[in-house]
Structure formats: C-alpha cells, structure tokens
C-alpha cells in the first residue's frame, strides 16, 4: 500500500526535549538515515535473534517512530507480523499504512499506553537528542515491562563526536557535548546502553558498533550520510551558535566551514546496537 505523510499542521516543531527542529528537511533526514543504517548493517533492520518469530507473527513495537520508514521497512518484510509505532511529533504520523501497522501520537515520558507483557520485540533508536540520562534509564525500564517474557529489547545510538575529525567538526561535537550536559542528557549514552540493560534485568546482553562514512570521499554511502549529518547540524544550528555566542554571520560561517570538512576529511561516526532478552 501506498504511503502518505499527513498535511494537515506542518510545521516546524520541537516535540518534548528534541533539541532538533523537527521540518520537512529533518523528515528527509530521518528516511534517508534508516536505509543508510540498513545498509551498513548488513542489510538488516535489527540484531535481536528475532529472523524466526518475525516470519511466525510477533507483535513490535517501535518508539519514536517518526514517519514509520522502519516498521514500513519491517511490516513488509514480514506481513505476519503486527508494528505498532509511537510519536510525539503528530504531524510526522502517517496517515496511510499497511494494515498489519499501527501509529500512536504518545509522549512516552507521560506514560505508555500498553499493559506489561503486551509485546515480544520493542526497537528505540536515534533518541539521545531526546531524553536526560534519568529518563533515558527510566524509559527503559518502563520498555522492559511492556515486553513479554523470551521478549527482546533492542536500542541504537549514535555517538556525538565522530573519528577523525576536523578542527571545525571537533569544536562543533564539543560545543554540543556541553549543551547536552547542560541539558542533564548524556553524550555518551551510547555506551551506556548495555548496562542499563543489565541493570534491569534483562539477560544475554548483547552490543555491536557500526562505523558509518560521513564524507563524499567514502562514496555515495560517505556522501548520503554526511548529508544526513549536516542536516541535522542545521537543525540545532540557532541553540548551537547561542551556546557558543556567534553572531548570525558567525554560525554560518561555521556551518559552511563543516560542509567543507565533510568534503575534504574522511570522518566516521560510530552507532552502538544493543539487544537483551526478558527471561
């Protein structure tokens, strides 16, 4: 079935703590980054040892689902199955979906609207834009309840900083460390996940990391993800240059000097995948 993204209310938005303005850009953005992910993950949508009770039917769940390019992605991949994705943001739910898909307009940080033990797989990714560390732990906590018992967990985060990186790109990642902390979040989630995990119970923790090119001269792959990254430069460029007190000229600038870097330096950004299993 065809897909369609809602046109009533488009608009520019923060939705709960995202410290990145959500626009039809940072929609793109979104898309664009879960095939690079995909990609450059073997071609896969998840690590959970999943493969056969997806083919039998689950039920998933997605959170902070955007405009639902992975369950689209999952939901085809395997009909059997049922995806429920929710989202803050109400103007990113899509309004046309396959019937074995559900979306939910949600503030999980107001609570999750399912019973404990209502889902065999949950999948969180992309959200240390979103949550202070207390609630990053707290939503966890709150995801392993929901799931089923043999149920599996799986997160994804991006580090902050890349590797080898350009003087701009560095001042760039250290500048939005700071505003992170200023913020209670934590730049370093990502290598936090597992023990969250393991705190909470769950067992045969397991993490893997991924090394995405975020330059054109690493290729398409290189050149598509360094447009993803990019974009969502712009999307915090106003709260960056007020942290680092630049004039309008000056974050520009800045911006334009990390475009050129993205072009002349090969940096990588590393994602962490964790999963654990509810016994």
Not at 217 to 244: R, W, Y
């Amino acid at each position: 079935m065809g897909i369609s993204l809602s046109t009533k209310n488009k608009k520019e938005s923060y939705g709960g703590n995202y410290m990145i303005k959500v626009n039809e850009e940072q929609i793109d953005r979104i898309q664009v980054l879960h095939h690079i992910l995909k990609t450059c993950c073997d071609n896969t949508n998840f690590s959970a040892p999943i493969s056969q009770d997806l083919a039998r039917g689950i039920r998933v769940l997605d959170v902070g689902s955007g405009p639902g390019t992975w369950i689209f992605d999952m939901s085809s991949d395997f009909p059997r199955s049922t995806f429920t994705g929710i989202e803050i943001q109400s103007f990113m739910l899509p309004t046309i979906h396959p019937s074995n898909t559900h979306f939910i307009h949600n503030d999980i940080l107001q609570g999750i609207p399912f019973p404990p033990n209502s889902f065999d797989y949950i999948h969180m990714r992309n959200m240390t834009l979103c949550f202070t560390e207390n609630q990053y732990e707290q939503i966890i906590r709150e995801l392993i309840d929901l799931l089923k018992p043999n149920g599996y967990l799986e997160l994804c985060e991006q580090d902050i900083s890349c590797y080898n990186m350009g003087p701009v790109t560095r001042k760039i990642a250290d500048e939005m460390g700071k505003l992170l902390i200023q913020r209670s979040m934590n730049p370093f989630v990502a290598s936090r996940l597992h023990v969250f995990m393991k705190k909470f119970g769950l067992q045969t923790v397991q993490r893997g990391m991924v090394m995405l090119p975020i330059s054109e001269l690493d290729g398409k792959i290189g050149s598509l993800h360094g447009q993803t990254v990019f974009s969502g430069l712009l999307g915090v460029k106003d709260m960056l240059a007020k942290q680092m007190k630049l004039t309008g000229p000056e974050a520009s600038q800045l911006v334009n000097d990390y475009r050129k870097e993205l072009q002349s330096i090969r940096m990588y950004s590393k994602y962490t995948r964790v999963y654990g299993q509810k016994i």
